[in-house]
């Protein structure tokens, strides 16, 4: 077998893989990834049993045939080379990695042993593969990282038929992140766990994305990457009912000018005090207070405010506010129902995008 390919198009391709496969293993082969080799070009597929991952990355090649090699040993050297093009030659058990004056020598492994990973061919949905990446993104800071959070570690995906829409949600308890976007067509329920959006979001581009469902699983298809993602099993809560109705005082104001000054009196916020932050509307005014050990700050803004209220006093956790603002180009919309009611972020006019979020206590 040889093959010449461009280095770009194959150090993007292994850079997909080497965020897949794992460095350590008690199974080596699980740190290796698997190269199918065709006349159209190369198949390069590797797994660490929760994401099985498969990419092609078009190249020149003669005399077929399939080889598996350490991923992240060949993921460096392919990065390392000098020359544009690559060629790549397998000489029974050891594949050539050439490019201007380098050459390598790479020992290959047992193809045969490798675990076997499949793809299926039919498709169950398509959805708009941007539009799928960006509400994914938008909610994706509001997942839990902690382990004993279950279903909190995964971000729920909901279709509406009757609203030709669909709703990525997530949560960890303190905080919901929630965005609808637009799709035609009726899919599942499900949970995928935040760590497989992460990889999931990487690969979506624009174009079309294709769902299939199966046991536990989701497969997604693009034009140049398969993937099998493993959701996760269990009830997510009712996130509807921590969505204040009852709003008493609504502020606009730009989210840029919000993020800054958060920002700004953050500095002086007790980080062991839920780096807390305080919001002071009144007449028309934003006033944002914090302080700690080594003193205050304070800054204030000029908002648009309506509601039945004329004042009201919250705080907040500064970090969850920066988090909830950063999907929110243009006005911002804070709404408010209470003191020590959650609290509605969302971007002025609309845009599907909503962050609720608990209140310190003031």
């Known amino acids: ?43 390069l597929s590797g797994t660490n049993l929760e994401i099985d991952l498969s990419c092609f990355v078009p190249a020149e090649v003669q005399e077929p045939k399939d080889f598996v090699v350490p991923a992240h040993l060949f993921a460096q050297i392919v990065r390392n080379l000098g020359g544009e093009l690559v060629e790549l030659e397998l000489v029974g058990q050891e594949l050539a990695v050439r490019s201007g004056g380098s050459d390598f020598k790479l020992q290959t492994g047992d193809t045969e042993a490798y675990p076997p990973l499949s793809f299926p061919s039919n498709a169950d949905l398509s959805l708009n593969a941007e ?39 997530a949560s960890d308890g303190y905080r919901v992140a929630i965005r609808d976007f637009p799709v035609s067509g009726d899919g599942r329920n499900l949970i995928i766990p935040a760590r497989s959006v992460d990889e999931l979001i990487r690969v979506l581009k624009d174009g079309e994305v294709r769902f299939t469902y ?16 493993k959701l996760l099993d269990g009830d997510f809560p009712d996130y509807e009912r921590v969505i204040p109705k009852d709003i008493k005082l609504q502020v606009t104001l ?34 944002l207070a914090a302080e700690g050990d080594y003193g205050r700050a304070q800054d204030t803004l000029t908002v648009t405010q309506g509601g039945v209220e004329p004042a009201m006093s919250l705080a907040f956790n500064a970090r969850h506010v920066l988090d909830a603002l950063g999907p929110i180009e243009g006005e911002a919309e804070l709404l408010f129902s209470g ?24």
């Open 254 to 287: 730009p989210a840029t000018a919000l993020k800054e000054a958060v920002n700004r009196v953050a500095v002086l916020a007790d980080k062991n005090a839920n780096n807390r932050v305080e919001f002071l509307v009144s007449e028309g005014q934003l006033r």
């Open 339 to 362: 003191s020590t009611s959650p609290a509605i972020f969302r971007a002025s006019g609309g845009g599907g995008y909503m962050a609720v979020m608990v209140t310190l206590r003031v």
């Open 131 to 169: 539009e799928l990446a960006r509400a994914l993104g938008s909610v994706r800071y509001a997942a839990s990282n902690e382990a004993f959070q279950a279903v909190f570690r995964g971000i729920k995906l909901e279709h509406h038929a009757d609203t030709g829409s669909a709703r990525v949600v």
């Open 1 to 43: 077998m040889k093959a010449h390919v461009t280095k770009k198009t194959l150090s993007e391709g292994l850079g997909l893989l080497e965020r897949v496969v794992p460095s350590r293993s008690s199974n080596p082969l699980l740190t290796s990834l698997k190269v199918e080799a065709s006349e159209a070009g190369l198949t």
């Open 214 to 229: 199966g046991e536990g699983m989701l497969s997604v298809t693009t034009d140049r990457v398969r993937m099998n993602l």
